[in-house]
């Protein structure tokens, strides 16, 4: 079974700076993803990024990038210039590759409350 | 396009009771899902579906029953409500297997079991 850590509960920053979220894992899989989600108040679940395992190169997305290493099997979100719009619940989660049978479905982590300050 | 649809949006129920709660895709996604959130906690999957007539158990199936008779549909049944059951529920879908496919969430279902 995998398992997905978030250590940091709560995090507070000022608007326009930047911060890191990690996510630790543990897994005996090659082949799987990561991802972060966001959660605001609306309680919607929102993909903010996704990284497969094989590929080498770290994702972006706009003001979002994440370090994956994978022999440390860590996992961390950055967001640039941060904006009051960012203050959400945040969630990293693991996936193993389909293929490789048994149950389906994503395992998350407990999220890290991210606050960002005006 | 509505997306994935769930139903209500809140319930309170008294221990014992049942209920249904409701999820429907208008995106003819294969795979459907349920998961909880409980405080502090990140979302648990409870059962799954990877097309109609296939169901699976997650990790946190006990107390609940799924069916999949159409592609749209994949309803949760509570048999016997809990307080333990007190969660947020969220519904899920994407295209196929395999996280090149998006997986789209419902807003959620709060239920809350005195």
């Known amino acids: 079974a995998q398992t997905v850590t978030q250590s940091q509960p709560e995090m507070s920053v000022q608007e326009a700076e930047t911060v890191t979220l990690s996510c630790t894992y543990d897994t005996s899989e090659n082949n799987y993803y990561l991802f972060w989600y966001k959660q605001p108040p609306s309680r919607q679940m929102i993909l903010v990024i996704r990284?497969?395992?094989?590929?080498?190169q770290n994702a972006t997305e706009n003001r979002f990038s994440v370090n994956f290493q994978k022999a440390a099997k860590s996992f961390s979100l950055k967001i640039s210039d941060s904006q009051l719009g960012d203050t959400a619940m945040y969630f990293c989660?693991?996936?193993?590759?389909?293929?490789?049978?048994?149950?389906?479905?994503?395992?998350f982590g407990k999220g890290t409350h991210l606050i960002i300050q005006p | 396009n509505a997306g994935v649809t769930q139903t209500p949006k809140f319930q309170v129920l008294k221990t014992g009771q049942s209920m249904t709660l409701q999820c429907a895709q208008d995106m003819n996604h294969e795979y459907m899902s349920w998961y909880r959130q409980d405080p502090g906690m990140g979302l648990r999957l409870i059962h799954y579906?990877?097309?109609?007539?296939?169901?699976d158990q997650g990790e946190v199936p006990n107390g609940y029953n799924v069916s999949r008779s159409t592609t749209e549909d994949f309803p949760l049944r509570l048999l016997s409500a809990a307080p333990s059951q007190t969660s947020v529920y969220f519904c899920?879908?994407?295209?196929?297997?395999?996280?090149?496919?998006?997986?789209?969430f419902g807003s959620g279902t709060q239920l809350s079991v005195l």
């Open positions: 899920a879908s994407r295209a196929g297997t395999g996280a090149r496919e998006k997986l789209f």
């Open positions: 990284q497969e395992a094989y590929k080498q």
């Open positions: 579906s990877v097309g109609a007539g296939i169901t």
């Open positions: 989660a693991f996936m193993k590759h389909p293929y490789r049978g048994g149950a389906d479905g994503l395992t």
